[in-house]
């Protein structure tokens, strides 16, 4: 069964089109057809973070005006995995009805969707929501955003969707040791979220990195996969993001390069 | 100096119930802005003049008065 799920966050900068790519990825490689749709209409940057710019046709903005069909518009990624690309056109001139129609002939051919939704919680974000069954929340350990991630999840609590998770991106293992940031369950505590998962900081990823171009045994490509294989239906594993910290000799490289 | 996580975990908490305290009516909000953009859809509406009043009457009947100006109404088109 087909399933759509929105990823917001309500602040910006955390990481919400990173995760949704990744994700996407991860459940590519398990087999799944995936289509990652980019609800960032006007604002868009999914296109850029999988390195397809070059090769949009036709975009979102295409399909509402009848110029093409929803599976014209589609940029292949690899075999399974498609991008449905926004646009740069006002982000008012599609509306909720026509995106969820967008979602429904979607879903007719994929086992996921991911919508990148906007940052905010303005007419953008409620049009991403309408379109999705699940939504999962992206946080840093940031207050700030620990603090938008909690007025989103009040929001989306007023949706009727079937499930609510939450991923702590760029979680620091050694920074929660040294107790200098909020660990990834205090976090999970403060919001009253299911915690899908926790994706550490590491030099392995940089901004709009993709686990397509990480090394199988980097932090982050281990910790997607550890999320996917939830989503998709497998027992939850989370990552301990503390673990690579821990022991005698780790802390003692630590207290050498502060 | 290092900060201590726990005062960062007790800002955090102070931050959310205060949230929690200075928007009571969040449903109330979202409903209208739901509503708004579901006629949105429908109609080229002046928004200024969008209001929602949501009220209990004498029965404890909910009692939703709805009201908006609207230069046009849009035709239904279908996806392909």
Redesign the interface.
């Known amino acids: 069964m087909s399933k759509s799920i929105v990823i917001t966050s309500g602040k910006g900068g955390v990481g919400k089109t990173t995760v949704t790519a990744n994700l996407g990825i991860a459940l590519a490689i398990r087999g799944k057809k995936v289509v990652l749709v980019d609800g960032d209409i006007g604002l868009n940057n999914l296109d850029v973070c999988m390195h397809i710019e070059d090769r949009i046709v036709y975009d979102i903005g295409d399909?509402?005006k009848?110029k093409c069909?929803?599976s014209q518009c589609l940029v292949p990624f690899c075999d399974n995995l498609f991008v449905l690309p926004a646009t740069s056109m006002s982000a008012s001139l599609i509306?909720?009805?026509?995106f969820m129609?967008?979602i429904d002939?979607l879903k007719e051919t994929f086992d996921y969707i991911f919508i990148d939704c906007p940052a905010g919680i303005e007419?953008s974000f409620?049009?991403a929501v309408?379109g999705a069954d699940e939504a999962i929340i992206v946080t840093t350990p940031h207050?700030s955003s620990?603090?938008d991630a909690?007025?989103v999840s009040?929001?989306l609590s007023?949706y009727r969707l079937a499930k609510q998770g939450l991923i702590i991106n760029r979680m620091h293992g050694g920074n929660?040791i040294?107790?200098?940031?909020?660990?990834a369950k205090?976090i999970t505590n403060?919001l009253q979220l299911e915690l899908y998962g926790v994706v550490p900081e590491s030099n392995d990823i940089n901004l709009y990195s993709i686990i397509s171009e990480l090394k199988p045994n980097s932090a982050p490509y281990f910790s997607y996969n550890l999320i996917a294989q939830y989503i998709d239906g497998e027992s939850k594993k989370i990552y301990d993001y503390t673990a690579p910290y821990k022991g005698f000799f780790n802390k003692l490289l630590r207290k050498l390069s502060q | 100096m290092?900060?201590?996580?726990?005062g960062?975990?007790l800002?955090?908490?102070q931050?959310?119930l205060s949230?929690d305290i200075n928007?009571p009516n969040?449903?109330v909000e979202?409903?209208k802005?739901?509503t708004k953009?579901?006629f949105?859809?429908h109609f080229k509406m002046d928004n200024n003049s969008f209001e929602m009043h949501i009220s209990v009457d004498d029965d404890g009947f909910y009692q939703v008065n709805l009201n908006f100006k609207a230069m046009d109404m849009y035709d239904i088109?279908?996806?392909?």
């Open positions: 399909v509402v009848n069909t929803v509306t909720t009805l026509q129609e967008i002939k007419n409620h049009r309408k207050i620990v603090r909690y007025k009040r929001v007023s929660v040294d107790k200098t940031m909020i660990s205090d403060a | 290092k900060k201590e996580p726990k960062n975990l800002r955090l908490r931050i959310i949230d928007i969040s449903t979202i409903l802005t739901d953009n579901f949105n859809n088109k279908v996806i392909k």
